[in-house]
Every structure is written in C-alpha cells, then in structure tokens.
C-alpha cells in the first residue's frame, strides 16, 4: 500500500508533508466538526484510492453522545451510503463503530451478515467495505468507511496500513471534536446568558408596571409563558419588543 498511508519514513525529503501535519493543517482550516470530517473523507478516499489503485469512495460516521450521527463523505454516493445504512439501523459501519474493531467486507453481494444492506451497496456498484473505527473521547466513537468497485478489494495489507492511517487520524478528529465541545459549551453559555439578559430586563418592566418586586415579576412573565405556551424567553422577548416601539401595554397580564 502507498506510504501515504502509514507514519513517516525517516528516509523522506525534508521539505515532504506527514500525514499527521497534513491532518493538522485539515483540523486548523476546518471551520467546524462537520466541515473536517468533510475534508477528511475526501483525502483518506484520496490516498486510499492510490494506494489500491481504483477509485475508493470514503464515508465517515461520527456518533456523538446526545447527538445524532453525523455523516461525511469524500462524495454525494459515499455519504448516501453511509445514510442508507442509517436507514437500516446495522451494518459494517455501525458493527465498527460498537465492537471497535475493524470490519471487512471482501464481498457485499454474498455478504450474510447485514444481507439486506449490502445488497442495496452491491447493486450500486459497490462490491467491497473496509469499515475501521476510530477511538475518541469526550464520549464519541467514529469509523473510516471505505467503498470499492470491485471484490475483495482490501488485502491484509491495505486492512493493516489502513489501520495505521486511522490510528494517526483519530488524533485530529479527536481534536476537532474537543474544539467543537468547547465551541458548544461557549455557545450554550452565550445563549444562556442572553437568555438571562432578555428575562431581567422583561421583569423590570412589569416591575415598572405592576409596581411589585422582581420576584413578582418573575411569577407573572413565568404565568404568562405557561397560559401562552410559549418560552419564557419568547415571551420576555415579546414584552421588550411591546416597549421598545413605543406602544408598550398599560398592563402586563399573562
């Protein structure tokens, strides 16, 4: 298999890129999760396709606690596959992603394990899988998804160098995924205190109105959002608004 694939030779050019650099520079050009794992399918099914020197379409799936998978693909065809497996609820894929090992599949149109999705993939032109899961943390599991034209397509080789690449590249996806829980957490926060902002300064109008005390005040935006139905915020929101174009009610009533 190409040597793009495993860890750095001591004998290449000086000026050469690794493979861990290049995953770097893809974690720091990246502008969020979704977006690296996007570039990420499209260079592994790249140097993967070189290496067995046939066109290799590369999904990735990423499950993220309280999340939804999030799917990426080096094409259109490789996320649909990876989607349609969803779809099925079970697959190489998915059995990478809970057993965490490596999944092979030389022949997708005899393949009895998951006989209803592979045959959906054979007949798409899709005749063998190599499915290799990523370790992360922060409560996330990962694969490599790799689909080629052709059977037994993945020798042991390419199985084992495809798992050295994986091994390099779960340090960036592992990256990636830390700088997204903490661009969350900031978000959450944000939205949070915001929210909080909008609340305050609802209160302190009925406040103003009501002449009563914060707490008072608090009871009645909360009685208000519960007979509306609405958010506490969308109707502190709405209150704001009320006032702010100069046609405030007399009268805050739920």
Known sequence: MNVELALPDAA?????VSVPERLQDLVIDSEDVGGFLEDLAVFSAAAVSKAVGMNVHCGITLSRRRRTATVAGSTHEARLIDEVQQAYGDGPCLEALRSHATVHVPDTSTEGR???YCKVIAERGHLSALCVPLELDEGATAALNFFAPQLDAFDDATIQNCELYASQAERSLRLAVRIGVKQQHADDLQDAMQSRTV???????IMGQNRCSQDDAFQILKKASSARN???RDVAESLIKSVAKESPVAHFEP
């Open 12 to 16: 290449s050019a000086p000026d050469e």
């Open 199 to 205: 609340i305050d300064l609802a209160c302190g109008i």
């Open 230 to 232: 609405q958010k506490l």
């Open 114 to 116: 998951w006989p209803d």
